[in-house]
């Protein structure tokens, strides 16, 4: 039963609608049989989430995520005992709440920030029983991503060359450390490992102080970026061709590129850069966070008709005429007796006070919130970026809603972050027609849970 059809594909021909085990023709355009695809798909539907009808088959472990909320069906494929990693990096989690007992205190934050809208498929790929499983699925899907060390699925004939035979439409998305080519392809990459060798940790932190990393795992997230853009892409192109493509995406390369002018001044003056600067700018002053009464406040003089704004707020329109501050490069020269000025005034009043002077004049401005007051932000509550939703086993949840805002789609959180193997029997009932017996076999197998 675990070798049904692997390789057969529906193609159009001049003739119309053929069975083949390969492509006959160069032009062919391949027509997968799903039950639903973007074609079949009602317009009504593909206007309010632009993905719906294309299906992902999700291999990546810890962070991935991003084009469930544009209406793709996402089938995550998780061990069937330890699951995601994720799930156990905790505390905090979230309690469960039906009173039943598992291997976890909950569901953990870091897991449930990323895996809303999916499916989780509980299975074993380490068995012929998982591998014939997730080779079937290939046929299903339009996208495969995953984030395993180079050439570490080919023993697995889940490898890009076997599944583009099961499947030549296929998208193949590997998301790695250092990529697929070049001396340090087989190192496992991590985010903080990436942001030292590439760039990041050397231009981080305070003047003075050592190299620090950044607050949230950028690089894990500017990546995702690049590699959901890079499948986009791809299926775009599909559109014309038939034909898939693999996406090499890495840690390494996307942090070189999120260097941006940092890396472009280099290249062009062929000189060492300037290092850290805390919240502060290399080339543009005053524009950074300074200390208030009570706590912290960034403002921008950034030009010098926001820095003469900044004068008159705080009460010193002299220093606008001053001879060391008259032009933004002598602002530069002057910096350490410019910003200890601007602090010893800001220091006076309190945040919130300052922000009451600042209101309304066009100058940049804003409190340096922590995460608390970000989530409970009026206006990030008013732009609805926090969105509770309620979890099967863990009742009421609330987690950070889908960025942007379109005039026709509406992207949205439709399902929580699933349980592990919440969906298996789901998928290989509707997906592969397999019978409840053929699931109870595989799962006193451990093939699947």
Not at 50 to 74: F, H, K, N, Q, S
Not at 220 to 245: C, F, H, K, P
Not at 318 to 324: I, L, M, P, S
Not at 409 to 416: F, L, S, V, W, Y
Request: glycine share 8%; net charge neutral.
């Amino acid at each position: 039963m675990f070798s049904r059809t692997y390789t057969r594909l529906a193609v159009q021909s001049g003739k119309g609608w053929t069975l083949a085990h390969r492509f006959p023709t160069a032009n062919c355009r391949i027509w997968k049989r799903r039950n639903a695809t973007a074609s079949t798909v009602d317009k009504k539907v593909i206007e309010k989430l632009p993905l719906a009808g294309i299906r992902v088959l999700d291999m990546t472990r810890v962070l991935a995520g991003i084009l469930a909320d544009l209406g793709a069906e996402v089938i995550k494929i998780e061990h069937p005992t330890r699951g995601d990693d994720t799930r156990s990096w905790g505390p905090p989690d979230a309690p469960y709440t039906d009173g039943v007992e598992r291997q976890f205190p909950g569901e953990s934050a870091y897991y449930l920030s990323v895996n809303r809208n999916k499916k989780s498929l509980g299975l074993s790929f380490n068995n012929p029983s998982g591998i014939s499983i997730l080779h079937s699925l290939v046929q299903k899907c339009d996208i495969l991503v995953e984030n395993y060390l180079p050439g570490s699925l080919a023993k697995y004939k889940l490898d890009y060359e076997t599944l583009s035979q099961i499947n030549p439409s296929l998208i193949y998305a590997s998301v790695t450390g250092y990529g697929q080519t070049g001396p340090f392809s087989n190192r496992a990459g991590y985010d903080v490992m990436v942001e030292a060798e590439m760039g990041l940790m050397h231009i981080t932190g305070e003047r003075d102080g050592p190299p620090v990393k950044v607050g949230v795992a950028v690089t894990d997230i500017s990546t995702g970026m690049y590699t959901a853009i890079g499948v986009l892409a791809a299926l775009y192109a599909r559109r014309e061709t038939g034909l898939g493509q693999w996406i090499d995406a890495s840690l390494s390369d996307c942090q070189v590129a999120g260097l941006a002018n940092i890396a472009s001044s280099a290249l062009i003056s062929g000189k060492k850069d300037s290092g850290r600067w805390g919240t502060a700018h290399a080339s543009v002053v005053p524009y950074r966070a300074y200390k208030t009464k009570d706590t912290n406040i960034a403002v921008g003089g950034c030009n010098d008709k926001l820095y003469g704004i900044l004068c008159d707020k705080i009460g010193k329109p002299e220093w606008k005429t001053d001879a060391r501050f008259v032009t933004n490069a002598l602002r530069v020269k002057n910096r350490d007796t410019l910003d200890r000025i601007i602090e010893d005034e800001l220091k006076t009043k309190t945040t919130k006070e300052w922000l009451d002077v600042f209101e309304g004049s066009g100058m940049p401005y804003a409190a340096v919130n922590d995460i608390q007051g970000t989530i409970n932000h009026e206006h990030v509550l008013a732009r609805n970026m926090i969105e509770e939703v309620n979890h099967p086993s863990c009742g009421p949840i609330k987690l950070v809603n889908h960025p942007v805002k379109y005039s026709r789609a509406e992207p949205k959180i439709r399902t929580p972050p699933p349980m592990l193997g919440e969906h298996t029997s789901e998928v290989l009932r509707e997906l592969l027609d397999f019978s409840e017996d053929d699931i109870q076999d595989l799962k006193s197998q451990k093939a699947i849970a």
